[in-house]
């Protein structure tokens, strides 16, 4: 697993202390009539996760988040002329960040045929799937590896 990008520490100790006074706001709340331990909960709860909305979360963007092959890589080779494609991942994902529409297959012979056509392609695919495919063309070029929520996503150029 990829480390997290350099310069989030900060939000971590924000969250912690934002954590810490939540903590302590709910206990001196404990004591007061149940109107004003609701309200002042709500208040409390609100401010805490915007608190960890604001910050932490967007720093997870990158692990958890396809934008950077979608919306960077893939997007570029699609202006470059390239046909997208997605194996066995949800197509919508790169959609969204490429701007343009992705085929989706989960048929590997059909992978095999659309990657060995005259077409310009770039393809979208889990690395198991990568390492699982014993009779890959020679000519395929994988251009970026990413870490996605859990494991590793491959963009690959038939030339």
């Not at 520490?9 to 149940?34: D, F, I, Q």
């Not at 699982?132 to 963009?155: A, E, M, N, T």
Request: proline letters at 4%; one cysteine or more; glycine letters at 8%.
């Amino acid at each position: 697993m990829p480390e997290m990008p350099g310069g989030h520490a900060e939000y971590s100790a924000l969250c912690g202390v934002a954590a810490l006074a939540a903590g302590v706001a709910v206990w001196l709340l404990a004591g007061r009539e149940k109107k004003q331990a609701v309200f002042g909960f709500v208040v409390v709860v609100t401010l805490f996760f915007n608190t960890l909305g604001l910050t932490l979360v967007p720093s997870l963007d990158i692990i958890l988040s396809p934008k950077k092959q979608g919306g960077t890589v893939m997007m570029q080779y699609i202006n470059d002329g390239y046909k997208p494609v997605a194996y066995k991942v949800y197509s919508a994902l790169y959609t969204f960040y490429a701007g343009s529409d992705v085929h989706e297959t989960k048929d590997m012979k059909e992978i095999k045929s659309i990657m060995n056509s005259d077409d310009k392609v770039v393809l979208g695919l889990a690395e198991k799937y990568w390492n699982r495919w014993d009779d890959k063309p020679g000519h395929l070029k994988v251009i970026d590896k990413q870490w996605i929520s859990g494991k590793y996503y491959l963009l690959v150029i038939n030339r």
